[in-house]
């Protein structure tokens, strides 16, 4: 039988599985989480008490088919699951996966990648120590533990996420201080115009929320600073839109401007990119079912930056693109419908990426002491004054700076980093390239490395 395997059990990846699985086939499906859902629909530990209209909201009903539809697939044996395991790496048809136990190797005809998507951040002076963290990590511990990361909490950025993290821990009972979102309300109303011709359920509820935000939101504003000691933030900092000085005091703040593709195995596995002016980012090319060539297969938020429900339609497509490729029979009726629906959800994604803008000149005029990349604690003085070595090219200056050496391997600093080095160079982001992916994708412990969990299977 064709071995197929997937990465990823978010919306997308589980939608692929049920698709192949109808269509007699058996895929092996990774996971990092413990259990199946991706980070929007995450799952709480077995035997948590909050009930699912609680952790999702308006989105319970759809969280709750796909858990259903996934764990019925592995009740009933019809896939093959590693859940808690990392693709490392991929080389000569074979995934070499990081499990709790060491390291297996997976081999497969067909690859199907629906890794998601992660934060996409900008460097505020200050963000580099204790309790800052991602609108994802905050939202994240709040759905798996039912913690609130702080007292006091700032959420600043742009994009649905920030009200919908705000709105989440204000009904979980949350002191939120202040929502600042850098987005200037012209860009907002002009894309919401967009958002709303595309899809006006979703506009509509997303509208509400932003409402009961109330006096705690503020929009097109201006982040200064971070203050505080090593202990953590004390206030933030801000500007309004109309120029006039902030301080905000806090104990937290989550951080946070939309969404950057996880696109690190979708290199490594060979696919093609072109830079997006939409999201200010590198995006692997596929047609519209997903397909980067036969036996590759990308769909999600690591593909394009859909959202929930249009990973789910990207994961259906993906699936049936595989299919069609080795041969089986595909509805095209279904897949014509599918294609319809993405052209919509893609509509909707445009309008949102230009009601809630990448704030590139707030990135560009960083000062030089603040620090650009977390990991590795340089800033973005140190990143400037080694272009007078390495010019205008994104892994020259990795390789003087360090910048994206760190154990992000530069999915946090890449994108704030690059416009650092277009502003200094006097050229467009794009010009400055993207830093080239090596295997392990993710940190892993040296013990776990040297263990080989498929010799004792």
Same mark, same amino acid.
């Given at each position: 039988m064709t071995r197929v395997l997937i990465v990823g059990a978010g919306p997308a990846g589980i939608r692929a599985a049920e698709t192949l699985v109808a269509a007699g086939l058996c895929p092996v499906v990774v996971d990092e989480g413990a259990r199946a859902g991706g980070q929007i629909y995450r799952r709480p530990p077995e035997g948590f008490l909050r009930p699912p209209r609680t952790l999702y909201g308006s989105e319970a009903g759809k969280a709750m088919n796909l858990h259903e539809t996934f764990d019925a697939l592995v009740r009933d044996r019809q896939i093959d699951y590693h859940p808690r395991c990392s693709v490392l790496g991929l080389q000569d048809g074979s995934a070499q996966v990081l499990s709790p136990d060491g390291v297996l190797s997976l081999p497969y005809d067909c690859l199907l990648l629906a890794p998601g998507a992660t934060d996409r951040?900008?460097?505020?002076?200050?963000?580099?120590?204790?309790?800052?963290?991602?609108?994802?990590?905050?939202?994240?511990?709040?759905?798996?533990?039912?913690?609130?990361?702080?007292?006091?909490?700032?959420?600043?950025?742009?994009?649905?996420?920030?009200?919908?993290?705000?709105?989440?821990?204000?009904? !979980? #009972? &949350?002191?939120? /201080?202040?929502?600042?979102?850098? *987005?200037? @309300?012209?860009?907002?109303?002009?894309?919401?115009?967009?958002?709303?011709?595309?899809?006006?359920?979703?506009?509509l509820r997303g509208l509400r929320l932003r409402i009961g935000l109330g006096r705690r939101y503020s929009a097109g504003v201006n982040l200064t600073g971070i203050e505080g000691d090593g202990s953590g933030p004390a206030a933030i900092t801000w500007r309004d839109a109309g120029g006039r000085h902030h301080r905000t005091p806090c104990d937290t703040v989550a951080l946070g401007w939309h969404l950057r593709a996880e696109t690190a195995l979708a290199d490594? !596995? #060979? &696919?093609?990119? /072109?830079?997006?002016?939409?999201? *200010?980012? @590198?995006?692997?090319?596929?047609?519209?079912?997903?397909?980067?060539?036969?036996?590759?297969?990308?769909?999600?938020?690591?593909?394009?930056?859909?959202?929930?429900?249009?990973?789910?339609?990207?994961?259906?497509?993906?699936?049936?693109?595989?299919?069609?490729?080795?041969?089986?029979?595909?509805?095209?009726?279904?897949?014509?419908?599918?294609?319809?629906?993405m052209r919509r959800m893609a509509r909707f994604a445009k309008a949102v990426a230009a009601a809630f803008p990448w704030p590139a000149e707030m990135v560009r005029a960083v000062p030089d002491g603040a620090v650009l990349c977390r990991c590795e604690g340089i800033t973005a003085g140190e990143l400037r004054r080694s272009l007078s070595l390495s010019g205008k090219e994104a892994?020259?200056?990795?390789?003087?700076?360090?910048?994206?050496?760190?154990?992000?391997?530069?999915?946090?600093?890449?994108?704030?980093?690059?416009?650092?080095m277009a502003a200094q160079a006097g050229c467009d982001p794009a010009s400055v390239g993207r830093l080239r992916t090596q295997p392990p994708v993710r940190p892993a412990p040296l013990g776990l490395l040297a263990a080989r969990a498929d010799a004792r299977e």
């Open positions: 951040l900008a460097p505020v002076p200050g963000w580099q120590m204790a309790g800052v963290y991602t609108l994802g990590a905050a939202q994240i511990a709040l759905k798996s533990q039912g913690v609130a990361l702080g007292r006091r909490i700032v959420l600043a950025g742009s994009g649905p996420l920030l009200t919908l993290v705000a709105s989440q821990l204000i009904a !979980a #009972g &949350a002191t939120v /201080a202040a929502v600042l979102d850098t *987005a200037p @309300w012209r860009a907002q109303v002009r894309g919401g115009i967009g958002m709303a011709l595309a899809r006006p359920g979703v506009t490594l !596995a #060979g &696919a093609e990119f /072109a830079w997006s002016d939409t999201w *200010a980012q @590198w995006l692997p090319r596929t047609d519209m079912a997903g397909r980067v060539r036969d036996g590759l297969y990308l769909a999600g938020d690591g593909m394009c930056l859909l959202g929930a429900d249009g990973a789910e339609i990207a994961g259906r497509l993906a699936a049936r693109a595989c299919l069609a490729d080795l041969g089986h029979p595909v509805d095209t009726g279904e897949q014509d419908g599918d294609i319809r629906r892994n020259r200056a990795k390789s003087l700076s360090r910048v994206g050496m760190g154990r992000c391997q530069g999915r946090y600093c890449q994108i704030a980093g690059a416009e650092v």
